[in-house]
């Protein structure tokens, strides 16, 4: 079985949860960064996963557009979807925002890898941004941002069960 994983990530962690879930998918897979290399053609995988991470409720362009333009080569696949973000509680949201809804309706597995800030690496904007969503979650009492390991292993159990 070969697999395709086409994700972006803004600041690694996304690129972290990829790496992670190669690890744990059987067979034969490939990982790439859809910013930063050429995309493959389809025609060579039999499961295309993916994903990317929410920046202002919204996925990477060029994942959000690659599946749009993509549309009718991915309805020929199995295929998955994945997202990192901070608030689990508006990830279904961000799923239709981010994937067409016929794709999203035909997938075999789609999960929430959760989130993680590293403002370390973080430009001005971003830093100042994730500074008042931290203050605002404290006072809200909203649950805090964490990586959900466990969703990148269950996506992996499905694709390996798939015959
Ligand atoms: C400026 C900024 C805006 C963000 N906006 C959202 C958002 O609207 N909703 C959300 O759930 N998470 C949001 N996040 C959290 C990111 O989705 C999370 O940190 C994710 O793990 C980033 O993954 P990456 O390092 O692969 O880009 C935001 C983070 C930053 C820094």
Redesign the pocket.
């Known amino acids: 079985m070969k697999t395709l994983i086409l994700y972006?990530?803004?600041?690694?962690?996304?690129?972290d949860?990829v790496q992670m879930l190669k690890k744990n998918v059987n067979g034969d897979v490939q990982i790439v960064n859809i910013t930063k290399e050429s995309i493959p053609t389809l025609d060579d995988y039999d499961t295309i996963l993916i994903g990317?991470?929410?920046?202002?409720?919204?996925i990477q362009k060029p994942i959000k557009n690659y599946c749009l333009k993509n549309l009718d080569a991915l309805k020929n696949k199995k295929i998955g979807f994945f997202i990192?973000?901070?608030?689990a509680e508006?990830?279904d949201d961000?799923f239709k925002t981010a994937f067409p809804e016929t794709l999203l309706n035909q997938a075999v597995s789609i999960e929430n890898f959760?989130?993680?800030?590293?403002p370390d690496k973080?430009n001005f904007?971003?830093?100042f941004?994730?500074n008042m969503?931290e203050k605002s979650s404290d006072k809200n009492n909203t649950p805090p941002?964490k990586p959900l390991p466990e969703n990148i292993l269950n996506m992996a159990t499905i694709i390996n069960n798939l015959s």
Do not use: L, P
Request: with cysteine; net charge positive; aromatic share 14%.
């Open positions: 972006a990530s803004t600041y690694g962690f996304t690129k949860c990317g991470s929410i920046y202002m409720g919204q990192s973000c901070g608030s508006h990830s961000y959760g989130g993680e800030m590293r973080m904007f971003h830093k941004v994730s969503v941002m």
